[in-house]
């Protein structure tokens, strides 16, 4: 079975300071792969995908992340994070029949300090 | 366009009791799914439609939890006799159709709190 592993479950950036959320996954083939952030209170929106091509994938809000194979890794990177940036980001893989949903990992909890 | 509605947005209710989760999808989208999202658990798959459809209902937690879809579009997810584990917020997502690459998009959710 796929799983996704975000191992930092809290991170604390200045603002204006660079980002990198971790995301590592377990699946047997190239997954499809997403960044969702959750804002308090709120559903989820999609920051960025990936599915083939290019290994850094371009997202909304300045986010970007990068593919590699090698580490089975998908990280998450902002060169300049916003006070509004601050969120509850998930890493979540599909298998890519759709039809066993996404699955997530727990989250990363983005906090910035002024 | 109109995203993806979920009603109610909050739900208490007294242990035993049943509820009725609503979803109204983006129109013209053919998937539709319900995810669960709790403390302890995370964010979980339940289950999903094509069309009106649900091939798979296996990752429903138990039997008192059912789902239906009418019309290609809104879904309802009910739990009966509900219990206090079943506090969590519910999200359901909907996409043009059932491929990996059709990106889900997610309602706000309702949150239930069971009492």
């Not at chain 1, 300049?80 to 727990?106: Q, R």
């Amino acid at each position: 079975a796929q799983s996704v592993t975000q191992p930092d479950i809290h991170i604390t950036v200045s603002e204006g300071a660079s980002l990198e959320l971790r995301c590592n996954y377990s699946y047997g083939a190239t997954p499809y792969l997403f960044w969702y952030v959750q804002s308090p209170g709120q559903g989820l929106q999609l920051l960025l995908k990936y599915f083939s091509g290019d290994t850094l994938v371009q997202g909304i809000k300045g986010f970007e992340a990068e593919f590699k194979r090698s580490q089975s890794s998908f990280n998450l990177r902002k060169p300049s994070v916003h006070w509004s940036d601050a969120a509850e980001y998930f890493c979540a893989v599909e298998s890519g029949g759709g039809a066993d949903g996404l699955t997530f990992g727990k989250g990363t909890h983005l906090i910035i300090q002024p | 366009g109109a995203g993806v509605s979920q009603s109610p947005s909050n739900k208490v209710t007294e242990k035993g009791k049943d509820v009725e989760l609503r979803c109204d999808p983006i129109s013209g989208h053919t998937a539709l799914y319900w995810y669960r999202q709790s403390l302890g658990q995370g964010l979980e798959f339940l289950i999903y439609f094509q069309g009106n459809s649900a091939p798979d209902k296996s990752g429903l937690p138990s039997d008192r939890f059912s789902a239906e879809r009418t019309g290609g579009s809104v879904s309802t997810l009910t739990i009966q006799r509900t219990q206090q584990e079943d506090s969590a917020v519910y999200l359901c997502a909907s996409s043009l159709g059932v491929f990996g690459t059709d990106t889900q998009y997610f309602g706000p959710g309702t949150r239930l709190t069971v009492l």
